[in-house]
């Protein structure tokens, strides 16, 4: 299906052309004339489906055509200042021929960035994306008026809430009128994310693609190995590839860290990314990895869903992630659009029953592929003989959680 049969704006289908956009996505097509219906729509995608175009390019097109006021029109809601930033540059692009305007909220910046922020919420910006905790702090200054708001998006609901945000995006709503379109997109639909459907939508529709599935074009392999040989095989598969570009994902700052100097102390050009570091030395970094100007990225998780780099030829699980859900967003930055991608996962012996969960989630088992014989004895791949041991001590709550974020 082509955009201009949506009936969109001229000016609005201006901008998509200009970016390049042509045929829409199973997921724009489903969702697009909902929205431009005015329906609610709670909505399950896979990354790299074309998600953001999908709730963006109709509330454009509204905000186009309804009488222009200085007002806050749009929020779009989401759990990292990455995926905020990430919004807003897409933003930019298809409303670059509107008058809509917009501004990305989020915090881990400067005063001068919080001032400009309050400037562009007192004067009505159309569409605001942000970060629950920043957005919080404006709103209790009393500045920011969402009494004439139309449209609510949440996005990645699903990590909102895992991040301890509940709370949070109820407090924001309770400034909106009742009567507005909300939109809510998860990768997963568990029981907390129809709880919350059932507060916010009103009759919703609900679209599905692909839910929780992998890319067929992500070729997917695993190593089982011992945590010492983590690092000597990550060297040997640097070495052993011609790669543009490869995302290393690491589950803590610690083992990110570590893992990016022992890379550098080899001669590779590699950077480490992590909320340690400030948000403008993030965006240097990743804007270097965007230019090539280094080959290798090692992220926690904070990137696993807000990273936007085309290209990416390789991804390597350092550490197996905590669920399923976590591995799919992490190997879903390689192969995306048309191209081809490899997702390699390293599993220890005590990460092997967390990665057999991975794999019972996907329905399949991941190839194990075989260890070359210069590293030595590998274990054998046994999830129910190497369970972990029990972890003493009580799992913080969801309140605990959120205290100690930093959104």
Known sequence: MKFDEFGFDPRLLEGIEAIGY?????????????????????????????????????????????EHHDHIK??????????????????????????????????????????????????????????????????NQGYTD??????????EADRMLDMGFYDDIM????????????????ATMPVQIRQLAQKILHEPEEVSIALAKPSEKVLQLAYVIYRSQKVPLV???????????VLVFCSTKISAKQLCRELKQKGIKAEDIHSDLDQKKREEVLLDFRNRKIN????????????????????????VPNDGEDYIHRI??????????????LISPEEQQKF?????????????????QVFGECPEYDPKKNKPKPQFGRKPSGNQRRRGRRP
Do not use: W
């Open 235 to 245: 060297l040997h598969l640097l070495a052993s590839e011609k790669l543009g570009s």
């Open 332 to 345: 879903g930055r390689t192969a995306r659009v048309e191209a081809d991608g490899i997702a390699i996962t």
């Open 146 to 155: 969402l009494s004439h708001l139309t449209h609510l998006v949440l996005d």
């Open 171 to 186: 407090q924001i709503i309770s400034y909106m009128p009742k009567n507005r379109q909300n939109l809510m997109f998860s």
């Open 74 to 139: 749009a929020m779009i809601i989401v759990p990292t200042r990455e995926l905020a930033t990430q919004i807003d540059q897409q933003m930019e692009g298809f409303s670059y021929f509107t008058p809509v305007s917009s501004i990305a909220v989020y915090g881990g910046t400067d005063g001068i960035s919080f001032g400009n922020e309050k400037q562009s919420l007192t004067e009505g910006v159309d569409v605001v994306i942000c970060t629950p905790g920043r957005m919080i702090a404006h709103l």
């Open 22 to 66: 042509q045929a829409a996505t199973p997921i724009q097509e489903k969702a697009i004339p909902f929205i431009m219906q005015g329906r609610d729509i709670i909505g399950s995608a896979q990354t790299g489906t074309g998600k953001t175009a999908a709730f963006l390019l109709p509330i454009i097109h509204k905000i186009i055509t309804s």
């Open 356 to 372: 057999s969960e991975i794999e019972k989630l996907l329905g399949e088992e991941v190839h194990k592929s075989i260890v070359p």
């Open 296 to 319: 290798v990225l090692v992220a926690t998780d904070i990137l696993s869903r807000g990273i936007d780099v085309e290209d990416i030829d390789m991804v390597i699980n350092y550490d």
